[in-house]
């Protein structure tokens, strides 16, 4: 539908005055900008948000909520603009993009709260449900000693909710937040100052008495049930350690401690919560900073004749299990402070000794009788002795078996062997497998097989292969094959309906950040865009492998890359980082309102961001005017073009269209609208027919031939044509005898925003030959990648997001299609000459149409 000029100006009526303002219309092409502007920002948010899924990325929570507040301001910008345009007609669009909004923050603020505990617990208590309340570690032995039946040295743990109740007591937990929120992981430098902060934050603050009591209680328990009061060895077990991840050596622990020091040494197991090493894993391992808590073991020390790691799957991949060893103490087992016995024990068949190295050991940690730990020679007798024997593998190697069979993966176990000969359990946690080593990685192209295509924007990596399905219109994507490489000259958010089928996707157009883009990385789809030539180099049914990691589409299957063409696995897909960007992007990226013509593409449909971002681009199109059959006002600030062409012209600037110093006339040189510049090239550089004649009173009377003409019905257009610019917008109203068209631009450097309209009405001819010219008309701009419907003598087409070189090539090409047709229909007598002048136009001035 097109709106007349009369109407529009209507809309720019002041109440005092009644007069239509330039001014009016600078306000109105001034929300149409800002919003663009704002939809291009709202992509790239979106596409930034996306490209996170990939793990190629190091981002926290922070990001997550800097990019969601950006969003929310972009939205609710192109929201209001939207609203400018149209005079507050969309306030239900408003009202969706608060829901949405509100939904997305709501995401970001869930949080794991702390469950409320006895601020002390015993192991018997303990299994691994009990992660929340406890710590990874903590409820890990706990599930071995009573569901594994392993040993275990027992003792009792400090809850997380311990944790929450120091913090409680000393008003720490805002001021943590607070200080937490000052760094980011692109920060580093800050991360050692916030560190500090928050470890004096922890040291200087009070014990709660209720705590303290507690710790004292659980130990008298402990002394009560061993018969003895033990040194204690006490060690971190935050929330989430020694479960997906390990946090493996960033926290502190302490071994051999007298009983008097459990409170100061839980203060610094606490502290040890904000190392700059601990909170950098943290924050690299996607964990919210808010919900850090900590949970402390506090265990019997034990006298530990050997002590050392059992992996219960070799880390490269062979059926057995790696057990290493040394002398005293396990800190330096896994310390590397001394190199280790190192047992491999094949499990078939069970126990087999496939590999022993013996090492040279000349240390090793001791207790000390008052407290404390040091370092002491090895006797020399044992120096290069084994540390087991026969007996203490086979039992190690028991448990492996046992604990795979419960936990059903590899785990990673801490033991140690005291004087009297029994084996103890002192950690356990899954155990990080290496990925089988990968072949060598492909060249960037891959030998024998022909690279067609080699060029482009790579929008979502990944290898295809399939046989090509070129896609000009909607009509081709119905019965779109399973396995199809979809290939079209631009990109449209339709697409989508194939995309289950799809294998790859290619374009000669379109933008990294536009609708589809995004909708291909939804669905994981290999896509290159901005070939530039894909739809002329590929073959209908031809079978092509897409190479989207090194940009390459080859001709023929290429197996070696089909084989090796799955993206590597996330390995902080499990994160909480993650799990809340997955749901971000739920909220914000689909795209469910994709056809504008279908009655549900309206504001209360609206179920994503992306939703929001594409209704409101799309009516803004539609509320940005388009003249047609009536004249401007004298109280608008119009200028004459000065032109040799029979045409009349006025313009109006609404800002950077035209040369600054001009009086009522300016020469086609002092214009600087790039569309213009661009529409004027092709109008002049066509042959016109004739000039105005001397004394005919109107440009109409040269296309007014024949009575039969006006028998028809039709009325002369007025020979005034108006045009309305800026430095990139250009909204031409043509009026030559009876035919009047349309040509609205936009062209810069942003894809997205690119776009050409076209509207055609008229003819002085029969019915039969203005419907021919349509026909016409329509040939030729499909070839030019338009978007069209025709009905009788009318066409409304658009293309739009190709690169400004490429819009400004098509409206040049549509200048002098505007001229080559003006006269047509008196000599479109037949359909041959129809198809005859067709052929003409395409090879004389598209290049490769014919």
Same mark, same amino acid.
Request: with cysteine; charged share 25%.
């Given at each position: 539908?097109?709106?007349?000029?009369?109407?529009?100006?209507?809309?720019?009526?002041?109440?005092?005055?009644?007069?239509?303002?330039?001014?009016?219309?600078?306000?109105?092409?001034?929300?149409?900008?800002?919003?663009?502007?704002?939809?291009?920002?709202?992509?790239?948010?979106?596409?930034?948000?996306?490209?996170?899924?990939?793990?190629?990325?190091?981002?926290?929570?922070?990001?997550?909520?800097?990019?969601?507040?950006?969003?929310?301001?972009?939205?609710?910008?192109?929201?209001?603009?939207?609203?400018?345009?149209?005079?507050?007609?969309?306030?239900?669009?408003?009202?969706?993009?608060?829901?949405?909004?509100?939904?997305?923050?709501?995401?970001?603020?869930?949080?794991?709260?702390?469950?409320?505990?006895?601020?002390?617990?015993?192991?018997?208590?303990?299994?691994?449900?009990?992660?929340?309340?406890?710590?990874?570690?903590?409820?890990?032995?706990?599930?071995?000693?009573?569901?594994?039946?392993?040993?275990?040295?027992?003792?009792?743990?400090?809850?997380?909710?311990?944790?929450?109740?120091?913090?409680?007591?000393?008003?720490?937990?805002?001021?943590?937040?607070?200080?937490?929120?000052?760094?980011?992981?692109?920060?580093?430098?800050?991360?050692?100052?916030?560190?500090?902060?928050?470890?004096?934050?922890?040291?200087?603050?009070?014990?709660?008495?209720?705590?303290?009591?507690?710790?004292?209680?659980?130990?008298?328990?402990?002394?009560?049930?061993?018969?003895?009061?033990?040194?204690?060895?006490?060690?971190?077990?935050?929330?989430?350690?020694?479960?997906?991840?390990?946090?493996?050596?960033?926290?502190?622990?302490?071994?051999?401690?007298?009983?008097?020091?459990?409170?100061?040494?839980?203060?610094?197991?606490?502290?040890?919560?904000?190392?700059?090493?601990?909170?950098?894993?943290?924050?690299?391992?996607?964990?919210?900073?808010?919900?850090?808590?900590?949970?402390?073991?506090?265990?019997?020390?034990?006298?530990?004749?050997?002590?050392?790691?059992?992996?219960?799957?070799?880390?490269?991949?062979?059926?057995?299990?790696?057990?290493?060893?040394?002398?005293?103490?396990?800190?330096?087992?896994?310390?590397?402070?001394?190199?280790?016995?190192?047992?491999?024990?094949?499990?078939?068949?069970?126990?087999?000794?496939?590999?022993?190295?013996?090492?040279?050991?000349?240390?090793? $940690?001791? %207790?000390? =009788? !008052? &407290? @404390? +730990?040091?370092? #002491?020679?090895?006797?020399?007798? *044992?120096?290069?002795?084994?540390?087991?024997?026969?007996?203490?593998?086979?039992?190690?190697?028991?448990?492996?078996?046992?604990?795979?069979?419960?936990?059903?993966?590899?785990?990673?176990?801490?033991?140690?062997?005291?004087?009297?000969?029994?084996?103890?359990?002192?950690?356990?946690?899954?155990?990080?497998?290496?990925?089988?080593?990968?072949?060598?990685?492909?060249?960037?192209?891959?030998?024998?097989?022909?690279?067609?295509?080699?060029?482009?924007?790579?929008?979502?990596?990944?290898?295809?292969?399939?046989?090509?399905?070129?896609?000009?219109?909607?009509?081709? $994507?119905? %019965?779109? =094959? !399973? &396995? @199809? +490489?979809?290939? #079209?000259?631009?990109?449209?958010? *339709?697409?989508?309906?194939?995309?289950?089928?799809?294998?790859?996707?290619?374009?000669?157009?379109?933008?990294?950040?536009?609708?589809?883009?995004?909708?291909?990385?939804?669905?994981?789809?290999?896509?290159?865009?901005?070939?530039?030539?894909?739809?002329?180099?590929?073959?209908?049914?031809?079978?092509?492998?897409?190479?989207?990691?090194?940009?390459?589409?080859?001709?023929?299957?290429?197996?070696?890359?089909?084989?090796?063409?799955?993206?590597?696995?996330?390995?902080?897909?499990?994160?909480?980082?993650?799990?809340?960007?997955?749901?971000?992007?739920?909220?914000?990226?689909?795209?469910?309102?994709?056809?504008?013509?279908?009655?549900?593409?309206?504001?209360?449909?609206?179920?994503?961001?992306?939703?929001?971002?594409?209704?409101?681009?799309?009516?803004?199109?539609?509320?940005?005017?388009?003249?047609?059959?009536?004249?401007?006002?004298?109280?608008?600030?119009?200028?004459?073009?000065?032109?040799?062409?029979?045409?009349?012209?006025?313009?109006?600037?609404?800002?950077?269209?035209?040369?600054?110093?001009?009086?009522?006339?300016?020469?086609?040189?002092?214009?600087?609208?790039?569309?213009?510049?661009?529409?004027?090239?092709?109008?002049?550089?066509?042959?016109?027919?004739?000039?105005?004649?001397?004394?005919?009173?109107?440009?109409?009377?040269?296309?007014?031939?024949?009575?039969?003409?006006?028998?028809?019905?039709?009325?002369?257009?007025?020979?005034?044509?108006?045009?309305?610019?800026?430095?990139?917008?250009?909204?031409?109203?043509?009026?030559?005898?009876?035919?009047?068209?349309?040509?609205?631009?936009?062209?810069?450097?942003?894809?997205?925003?690119?776009?050409?309209?076209?509207?055609?009405?008229?003819?002085?001819?029969?019915?039969?030959?203005?419907?021919?010219?349509?026909?016409?008309?329509?040939?030729?701009?499909?070839?030019?990648?338009?978007?069209?419907?025709?009905?009788?003598?009318?066409?409304?087409?658009?293309?739009?997001?190709?690169?400004?070189?490429?819009?400004?090539?098509?409206?040049?090409?549509?200048?002098?299609?505007?001229?080559?047709?003006?006269?047509?229909?008196?000599?479109?007598?037949?359909?041959?000459?129809?198809?005859?002048?067709?052929?003409?136009?395409?090879?004389?001035?598209?290049?490769?149409?014919?």
């Amino acid at each position: 539908m097109v709106i007349s000029l009369k109407n529009v100006l209507k809309r720019f009526t002041t109440p005092s005055s009644g007069k239509r303002t330039q001014a009016a219309l600078a306000e109105r092409y001034h929300h149409f900008t800002r919003l663009l502007s704002a939809n291009n920002q709202v992509l790239v948010l979106l596409t930034d948000l996306e490209e996170k899924l990939s793990g190629d990325y190091i981002f926290d929570f922070q990001y997550l909520r800097a990019t969601v507040a950006q969003i929310a301001t972009e939205t609710l910008t192109l929201v209001e603009a939207l609203n400018g345009l149209g005079h507050n007609r969309y306030r239900n669009l408003a009202e969706s993009a608060q829901r949405i909004l509100a939904e997305l923050r709501e995401v970001l603020q869930e949080r794991r709260e702390i469950p409320v505990a006895p601020l002390v617990m015993g192991y018997d208590e303990l299994s691994l449900n009990d992660a929340q309340t406890v710590g990874g570690k903590n409820a890990n032995l706990g599930e071995v000693q009573n569901r594994v039946g392993l040993p275990v040295p027992g003792g009792f743990v400090v809850s997380s909710y311990a944790y929450k109740v120091f913090l409680d007591y000393n008003n720490l937990s805002e001021r943590i937040v607070e200080t937490l929120g000052l760094w980011s992981l692109e920060d580093l430098d800050t991360l050692a100052r916030v560190s500090d902060e928050l470890k004096d934050m922890i040291l200087s603050a009070q014990v709660p008495p209720e705590l303290e009591e507690a710790m004292a209680a659980g130990y008298q328990r402990l002394a009560a049930a061993l018969g003895r009061r033990p040194l204690l060895a006490m060690r971190s077990s935050a929330v989430g350690e020694d479960l997906t991840y390990t946090f493996a050596g960033q926290y502190v622990t302490f071994l051999n401690l007298p009983p008097s020091e459990m409170t100061a040494r839980y203060q610094d197991i606490v502290a040890s919560l904000f190392t700059p090493r601990a909170l950098f894993y943290y924050k690299n391992k996607g964990f919210k900073e808010e919900e850090m808590s900590m949970g402390v073991a506090v265990m019997p020390m034990i006298e530990a004749r050997v002590s050392g790691v059992l992996f219960t799957h070799h880390p490269d991949g062979q059926d057995s299990a790696l057990i290493n060893a040394v002398w005293g103490l396990g800190k330096y087992a896994v310390g590397g402070q001394v190199n280790p016995d190192q047992y491999v024990v094949a499990y078939d068949p069970p126990g087999r000794m496939v590999e022993r190295l013996i090492a040279h050991k000349p240390v090793m $940690l001791v %207790n000390r =009788p !008052e &407290g @404390g +730990v040091e370092e #002491a020679p090895v006797p020399p007798e *044992k120096v290069e002795a084994p540390c087991l024997g026969d007996r203490e593998v086979a039992e190690l190697m028991r448990w492996a078996a046992l604990l795979e069979a419960h936990y059903g993966k590899p785990q990673d176990v801490e033991w140690s062997l005291d004087d009297a000969g029994r084996l103890w359990l002192l950690q356990s946690r899954q155990l990080k497998m290496a990925s089988r080593k990968a072949a060598e990685p492909p060249p960037r192209t891959v030998k024998g097989y022909p690279v067609l295509l080699d060029q482009g924007a790579v929008v979502c990596r990944g290898v295809g292969a399939g046989p090509v399905v070129m896609v000009k219109s909607e009509r081709d $994507l119905k %019965n779109f =094959p !399973e &396995g @199809g +490489v979809l290939v #079209a000259r631009n990109t449209s958010p *339709k697409f989508v309906t194939v995309m289950p089928q799809a294998a790859a996707i290619l374009a000669d157009a379109g933008s990294p950040t536009g609708h589809m883009a995004i909708l291909a990385r939804e669905f994981r789809i290999p896509t290159i865009l901005l070939t530039g030539n894909a739809t002329k180099v590929l073959r209908p049914g031809q079978e092509v492998t897409v190479d989207a990691n090194y940009n390459n589409v080859y001709e023929g299957i290429v197996p070696e890359l089909v084989e090796a063409g799955a993206p590597p696995k996330n390995d902080l897909a499990d994160t909480p980082v993650f799990q809340t960007l997955r749901a971000l992007i739920k909220k914000a990226v689909p795209l469910n309102l994709i056809n504008p013509g279908d009655p549900c593409f309206a504001p209360e449909n609206c179920r994503t961001v992306h939703d929001v971002v594409r209704f409101a681009h799309e009516y803004s199109m539609r509320e940005m005017f388009q003249l047609t059959d009536h004249d401007f006002e004298s109280e608008l600030d119009l200028v004459d073009l000065d032109t040799d062409l029979p045409l009349k012209v006025r313009l109006l600037d609404l800002g950077g269209g035209l040369k600054r110093g001009f009086r009522r006339k300016v020469r086609p040189e002092q214009i600087y609208s790039v569309p213009f510049k661009a529409f004027y090239a092709g109008l002049i550089a066509m042959r016109w027919p004739q000039a105005k004649p001397e004394g005919v009173q109107s440009l109409a009377s040269v296309f007014v031939n024949t009575a039969e003409q006006v028998a028809q019905g039709a009325a002369p257009y007025r020979d005034q044509s108006y045009v309305i610019l800026s430095k990139n917008y250009m909204n031409f109203s043509v009026r030559l005898g009876y035919h009047l068209s349309n040509v609205e631009a936009y062209i810069s450097d942003q894809v997205n925003d690119n776009y050409i309209t076209f509207h055609f009405k008229g003819g002085g001819s029969t019915p039969e030959r203005r419907e021919r010219r349509t026909r016409l008309i329509a040939a030729i701009i499909e070839h030019l990648d338009y978007h069209f419907t025709r009905k009788g003598d009318i066409i409304d087409a658009r293309v739009s997001k190709y690169r400004p070189e490429e819009m400004a090539r098509r409206l040049t090409l549509l200048g002098k299609l505007t001229v080559y047709t003006k006269q047509l229909d008196m000599v479109l007598f037949s359909e041959g000459i129809v198809d005859w002048y067709i052929k003409d136009f395409l090879q004389e001035h598209v290049e490769g149409a014919a």
